[in-house]
């Protein structure tokens, strides 16, 4: 059943992308001032939504953890940081490379990619805790009460750094300038959303199986070494 | 007011205990003065130059030799099994983090106190408005302490506990040091204060969220 | 389509996509190794359980 639930999910996000990047290529007029590039939004944008998302609903799955102290929601709420986590690696990659094209250069401190930057940071020092703890209970625990550290620190981060590129300019990466995109234009980016969404969970549902596997292999040693 | 009281005589220990031997203190400082001289080689540049990135730089050596009075905090107590001494006694977990975040502020402070003349002086840079500084000193260097002492309480069973400590916090509190070193920029290079007191708001919020959230969650961090 | 910065934007594709397909390949990699690792212990497990009753007749 679950196999069969993530099959139709990678196929779907994959039909998605595939019918979208059609779209994006063929049908979309390029922007006026930034040519082809811009059509890297299409895959920037939903992945930094992707993972800001993921982050978010692991903040919450570890809430549970430490109300109902089941180690399944752990599992979970690791498998969705680490999914995101990659998403987020694909924002920033795109986002230096738009920024290349845009700027010149290979990196910008834009506000967005800055914030990002320290996303990146804070979560990979979430998994360096994992892996220095070896066990489980404490392992949950302690990842638990940093994730929800993290979350509402991401919040503060976001809008410092925003106040502060707005006291000292520097390049942006943007691309709506003042009002939205034209109403064509808008709609791939919202279906690639929708596919990056199913990719990620079929992945999360990978991964969560997989921690339960290796809390299993931890069972088993430790009840083999029993006797 | 038991809540305060046991507080208190958390803090006056840890107090106590570095006075008699300024071990942790000792190092900060020198720490902040190698990073002072280490500064002036990195950063050799004109006076107007250095007043502009002055807030920075000042921010920066707090927050580095902060972080060995931090990783102290809790590491002090694995001694002798002292950490589940005071976990069993009636002092909560709460008790105990607060004690600890005040005593560690007090220290911190005080390096903080001590290296300000030597920055003043290395770099002929005269704050305008002292005490409007000391202020954000004072408010920057909670943040740091909040998240500090509860990240000393996370990290404080691992083998790697000194490593860690300084990769998990930094980025945590990002939005304190930009705050606290927006504000020293502009008190130090006597721009207007008007344009930057968001940044006074910043550190607030950031100050009050953080001791909730730490108060709130340090019990399961500690104990389970 | 212009050709302006076609080039970069099919780099910035190919770095997504290498991206998304690297970490299923890492995540694949992982899978297999638990499972040898599964089937190791669980073998280890049968066997201290075999020597275990073999002991107590």
């Avoid at chain 2, 500064?39 to 540049?45: N, T, V």
């Avoid at chain 2, 305008?128 to 002492?149: D, E, K, S």
């Avoid at chain 2, 968001?198 to 001791?211: M, S, Y």
Wanted: hydrophobic share 55%.
């Amino acid at each position: 059943m679950r196999l069969k639930i993530i099959v139709t999910l990678s196929v779907l996000a994959g039909a998605i992308l595939a019918w979208n990047l059609h779209r994006i290529f063929l049908q979309v007029p390029d922007e006026a001032s930034q040519g082809a590039i811009f059509r890297i939004i299409y895959f920037h944008v939903p992945a930094a939504i992707t993972s800001f998302t993921g982050f978010y609903i692991a903040m919450f799955t570890a809430v549970g953890y430490l109300i109902r102290r089941d180690l399944r929601l752990d599992s979970i709420a690791a498998s969705i940081n680490e999914v995101s986590l990659a998403f987020a690696t694909i924002t920033i990659c795109t986002g230096s490379i738009w920024g290349r094209i845009i700027w010149g250069i290979w990196w910008t401190w834009d506000a967005r990619l800055t914030s990002y930057f320290v996303c990146l940071l804070i979560y990979f020092g979430y998994f360096m805790l994992r892996r220095a703890i070896d066990d489980p209970t404490t392992r949950a625990r302690l990842s638990a009460v940093l994730s929800i550290f993290a979350c509402v620190d991401i919040v503060l981060v976001w809008k410092s750094i925003e106040w502060f590129r707005t006291q000292h300019p520097g390049p942006v990466l943007e691309i709506r300038g003042g009002g939205g995109m034209a109403p064509g234009m808008e709609s791939p980016l919202w279906w690639n959303f929708l596919a990056f969404l199913m990719l990620a969970t079929a992945l999360v549902l990978i991964r969560t199986r997989q921690e339960a596997m290796r809390l299993e292999i931890d069972a088993l040693r430790r009840y083999a070494n029993a006797f | 007011m038991k809540f305060l009281r046991q507080t208190l005589a958390i803090a006056a220990k840890d107090l106590r205990s570095e006075i008699r031997g300024k071990e942790a203190v000792n190092a900060s400082v020198s720490f902040a003065l190698v990073i002072l001289l280490l500064f002036s080689f990195a950063f050799d540049l004109e006076p107007a130059v250095i007043r502009e990135i002055a807030g920075g730089l000042l921010w920066l050596i707090f927050a580095f030799a902060g972080t060995l009075i931090l990783n102290r905090s809790f590491a002090r107590e694995l001694v002798n099994d002292c950490l589940d001494a005071l976990l069993a006694s009636p002092v909560s977990g709460a008790q105990l983090f607060f004690g600890k975040c005040l005593a560690n502020y007090v220290l911190i402070v005080i390096v903080e106190g001590i290296s300000l003349p030597f920055f003043v002086i290395f770099y002929d840079v005269i704050p305008q408005r002292l005490a409007l500084l000391f202020l954000v000193m004072l408010l920057g260097t909670w943040g740091i302490t909040v998240i500090g002492t509860m990240f000393s309480a996370m990290t404080v069973n691992l083998r790697l506990r000194e490593l860690m400590l300084p990769t998990l916090i930094y980025p945590m509190l990002i939005p304190a040091l930009i705050g606290a070193i927006e504000l020293s920029r502009v008190l130090i290079t006597g721009a207007p204060l008007a344009d930057s007191l968001f940044w006074f708001r910043v550190l607030v919020a950031f100050n009050v969220i953080f001791t909730i959230l730490a108060l709130a969650l340090v019990e399961i961090v500690l104990v389970g | 389509m212009s050709p302006q910065n076609f080039n970069f934007m099919f780099y910035g594709f190919t770095v997504a996509w290498l991206i998304i397909i690297g970490y299923v390949i890492s995540i694949a990699l992982r899978e297999k190794k638990l499972r040898q690792e599964l089937d190791r212990v669980k073998r280890m497990v049968e066997e201290n359980e075999q020597a275990n009753t073999r002991r107590r007749p």
